[in-house]
């Protein structure tokens, strides 16, 4: 009886490990929904640019580079919006789903997005269910789902204002700190995060930042009008 | 064996129990911690010692925090207070409740629509004519709820509103068209599609 209790507790043990699998990891590419301006992208590994429109396709290593006046709209993952602003480069680091084998429903069991923002500007809407993280020269920046946010970065000093949800933040000194929605956030400081009403580029960004999101959904949703059925 | 009877009947269980927790603590994420208390809108005396981007920077980040019955009366109040920003906070509103929106089509109910309307003209009756203008720019699709709304809660305004709701028309045209691009099914390349689902009637 007893022996019979230790097999069949081994096999449920099993069978609960079983749940742990990892999955099949694919990467994938980024949607450029619209571009506005000169606007340039380079695949991986080469030195040259060309005109991106809404063909190009932004793999893992791909650069996008806006000029002066210019824009990129684009989707890196599902969920995970993103406004390049002028004189702004953006490199994709990984942009990666986890499912779950051979399924092609809902069986996604992870979405990774890494980009690195070299200099420039961008606004992000994040909803959704996926690791999204933005590396900048001052600091790593892991947005949570459901977050708007604009990020601004030049040769000096890292900005960023959260309009809704939560981000945590580690800057290059090794210090963490969470970013709440209505609070900015600039590094390299020792400051902790300032209520953006207190702070006008805060001010104008929250309000620019709600507007491009309505955008951005609004291309999104167009986007997805596009398919064949 | 290395166990006595008794010993293995004890330990037998001994996997599940190391393993089960860990499926009990993974099943239970963490909440969400505590909200921090959200920066509260300065109300001075006079409206123009309030700087009009401190005031919507601060209205964002509180009405995006604000969910179903407190986000309304929430708009409400905010346009009480500052009548002369009416016009900005009905937009701000409205994309706010785009952000809390899980429509696919990037549409907002027409009934979100209508209580924000509702509630700013309410707060500001004297501003309805500019609150409806930007409005209607913002949602041209539902250019008669807002104006119904902006009549139920502004009767006396309604030679200005009618006006206002005319203005826009044109601009609402224009900017459907840069934002949207060919779709076969509403461009009619698919021949006429019989379907018991209209468009909201134009005003």
Request: with cysteine; charged share 20%.
């Given at each position: 009886?007893?022996?019979?209790?230790?097999?069949c507790?081994?096999?449920?043990?099993?069978?609960?490990?079983?749940?742990?699998?990892?999955?099949?990891?694919?990467?994938?590419?980024?949607?450029?929904?619209?571009?506005?301006?000169?606007?340039?992208?380079?695949?991986?590994?080469?030195?040259?640019?060309y005109?991106?429109?809404?063909?190009?396709?932004?793999?893992?290593?791909?650069?996008?580079?806006?000029?002066?006046?210019?824009?990129?709209?684009?989707?890196?993952?599902?969920g995970?919006?993103?406004?390049?602003?002028?004189?702004?480069?953006?490199?994709?680091?990984?942009?990666?789903?986890?499912?779950?084998?051979?399924?092609?429903?809902?069986?996604?069991?992870?979405?990774?997005?890494?980009?690195?923002?070299?200099?420039?500007?961008?606004?992000?809407?994040?909803?959704?269910?996926?690791?999204?993280?933005?590396?900048?020269?001052?600091?790593?920046i892991?947005?949570?789902?459901?977050?708007?946010?604009?990020?601004?970065?030049?040769?000096?000093?890292?900005?960023?204002?959260?309009?809704?949800?939560?981000?945590?933040?580690?800057?290059?000194?090794?210090?963490?700190?969470?970013?709440?929605?209505g609070?900015?956030?600039?590094?390299?400081s020792?400051?902790?995060?300032?209520p953006?009403?207190?702070?006008?580029?805060?001010?104008?960004?929250?309000?620019?930042g709600?507007?491009?999101?309505?955008?951005?959904?609004?291309?999104?949703?167009?986007?997805?009008?596009?398919?064949?059925? | 064996?290395?166990?006595?009877?008794?010993?293995?009947?004890?330990?037998?269980f001994?996997?599940?129990?190391?393993?089960?927790?860990?499926?009990?603590?993974?099943?239970?994420?963490?909440?969400?911690?505590?909200?921090?208390?959200?920066?509260?809108?300065i109300?001075?005396?006079?409206?123009?010692?309030?700087?009009?981007?401190?005031?919507?920077?601060?209205?964002?980040?509180?009405?995006?925090?604000?969910?179903?019955?407190?986000?309304?009366p929430?708009?409400?109040t905010?346009?009480?207070?500052?009548?002369?920003?009416?016009?900005?906070?009905?937009?701000?509103?409205?994309?706010?409740?785009?952000?809390?929106?899980h429509?696919?089509?990037?549409?907002?109910?027409?009934a979100?629509?209508?209580?924000?309307?509702?509630?700013?003209?309410?707060?500001?009756?004297?501003?309805?004519?500019?609150?409806?203008?930007?409005?209607?720019?913002?949602?041209?699709?539902?250019?008669?709820?807002?104006?119904?709304?902006?009549?139920?809660?502004?009767?006396?305004?309604?030679?200005?509103?009618?006006?206002?709701?005319?203005?826009?028309?044109?601009?609402?045209?224009?900017?459907?068209?840069?934002?949207?691009?060919?779709?076969p099914?509403?461009?009619?390349?698919?021949?006429?599609v019989?379907?018991?689902?209209?468009?909201?009637?134009?005003?």
């Amino acid at each position: 009886m007893s022996r019979v209790a230790f097999v069949c507790s081994g096999t449920l043990c099993i069978a609960l490990l079983a749940g742990c699998w990892e999955g099949v990891s694919r990467d994938v590419l980024s949607t450029l929904l619209s571009v506005d301006g000169e606007v340039v992208s380079s695949s991986k590994g080469s030195a040259e640019f060309y005109p991106a429109n809404s063909q190009t396709k932004l793999s893992a290593g791909s650069i996008l580079r806006t000029s002066k006046g210019a824009r990129a709209n684009l989707i890196l993952i599902p969920g995970a919006l993103v406004r390049l602003l002028e004189r702004a480069e953006l490199k994709i680091d990984e942009l990666r789903l986890t499912k779950d084998g051979n399924e092609t429903g809902d069986a996604v069991r992870e979405r990774i997005a890494r980009v690195e923002l070299h200099r420039g500007g961008m606004v992000g809407r994040f909803k959704g269910i996926a690791r999204f993280a933005i590396e900048t020269p001052n600091a790593a920046i892991n947005v949570l789902p459901d977050c708007l946010f604009c990020l601004d970065v030049n040769e000096n000093r890292t900005r960023l204002t959260c309009i809704r949800g939560k981000v945590f933040a580690n800057s290059k000194s090794g210090q963490s700190v969470s970013v709440d929605a209505g609070f900015v956030c600039e590094w390299p400081s020792k400051n902790p995060p300032l209520p953006a009403a207190e702070d006008k580029q805060a001010q104008t960004d929250t309000t620019a930042g709600l507007q491009v999101a309505r955008e951005l959904q609004d291309l999104a949703a167009a986007q997805r009008d596009r398919l064949p059925f | 064996m290395f166990f006595g009877p008794k010993i293995r009947r004890r330990y037998a269980f001994l996997p599940l129990a190391a393993i089960l927790p860990i499926r009990v603590l993974c099943a239970q994420q963490p909440q969400a911690a505590v909200e921090p208390v959200v920066p509260a809108i300065i109300v001075k005396a006079s409206s123009t010692q309030t700087n009009a981007n401190q005031f919507l920077a601060t209205f964002i980040a509180t009405a995006v925090r604000l969910q179903g019955a407190k986000f309304i009366p929430y708009v409400a109040t905010s346009a009480k207070t500052r009548p002369d920003l009416a016009a900005k906070i009905v937009v701000c509103a409205l994309n706010v409740a785009r952000l809390n929106s899980h429509s696919s089509n990037g549409q907002l109910p027409l009934a979100t629509i209508d209580q924000i309307v509702r509630a700013v003209v309410s707060a500001a009756p004297e501003n309805a004519a500019e609150i409806v203008a930007p409005a209607i720019s913002s949602e041209p699709y539902a250019r008669e709820a807002i104006v119904v709304a902006a009549l139920a809660a502004a009767p006396d305004q309604a030679t200005e509103i009618y006006a206002a709701a005319v203005q826009p028309a044109s601009m609402s045209m224009l900017l459907t068209n840069t934002a949207v691009s060919f779709n076969p099914v509403k461009d009619g390349a698919l021949g006429n599609v019989n379907s018991p689902e209209q468009p909201p009637l134009a005003w």
